[in-house]
């Protein structure tokens, strides 16, 4: 059964890097019937695509993001990455990674999230 | 960038009444590319209806998706317990995907 996990920090401070992590387990980051996506959502919010990698490496980002967001596969250790820089309180969310399946061209499985506050 | 406006913002029903939510595009969403998320507190959303008006896998036939152009919706028939949650409508015909700002389903 397929499974997405988010693993990182629990606090970042102003101005430094958010890295973060997803493990995924019950399918293959190499496959083509997927992309491998990041979005957001700051407490009480609606939800914000990041950015979006397919199993070649092609990126797709969020324009609003697009000079701040590096999105990365891992595919020895079945993972994608997420690095946003020159963070500001404006990036306190819920970091969820998700598949998005080009059969059903939406967001099927989602990992659990992660709050990642910035703060001093 | 293509802006999705949900309608209402708060919905409260009785248990079995009929619940129908609105989502409404600044543009027209190529193919049809909409799709509906439930989301509970504390968890993260579950994906409802694709291409508009195909539900996913698991999903309650309680649950109908229509539209097309600039003008989607999502009925729940007859609303359940475990219905009362945040909706949200997003787009993915043209980039940046883009979700609206979510309608809550509450307990009247």
């Known amino acids: 059964q397929l499974h997405l996990q988010e693993s990182g920090p629990g606090l970042v401070k102003p101005s430094e890097t958010l890295s973060l992590s997803c493990s995924v387990s019950g399918a293959s980051l190499t496959s083509n019937s997927y992309y491998w996506v990041w979005i957001r959502q700051p407490p009480g919010k609606a939800l914000e695509w990041i950015g979006s990698?397919?199993?070649?490496?092609?990126?797709y980002y969020n324009p609003s993001l697009n000079s701040r967001v590096t999105i990365s596969l891992d595919t020895s250790k079945n993972q994608f990455s997420l690095n946003l820089t020159s963070v500001t309180a404006a990036d306190t969310a819920i970091y969820f990674c998700a598949r998005h399946s080009v059969r059903v061209a939406a967001f099927d499985i989602w990992g659990q999230g992660t709050l990642i506050p910035v703060s001093s | 960038e293509i802006v999705l406006t949900q309608s209402p913002g708060t919905l409260a029903l009785s248990p079995g009444e009929r619940a129908t939510l609105s989502c409404r595009a600044s543009?027209?969403?190529?193919?049809?590319?909409v799709a509906w998320y439930q989301q509970k507190p504390g968890q993260a959303p579950r994906l409802l209806i694709y291409?508009?008006?195909s539900r996913a896998a698991g999903i309650s036939d309680r649950f109908s998706g229509r539209g097309s152009g600039t003008e989607f919706s999502v009925t729940i028939s007859r609303v359940e317990p475990e219905d009362f949650a945040v909706y949200y409508c997003?787009?993915?015909?043209?980039?940046?995907?883009?979700f609206g700002q979510g309608t809550k389903v509450e307990i009247k």
């Open positions: 291409g508009a008006s």
């Open positions: 997003q787009q993915y015909g043209s980039p940046p995907w883009t």
């Open positions: 990698v397919f199993h070649g490496g092609s990126t």
């Open positions: 543009q027209s969403v190529n193919s049809n590319n």
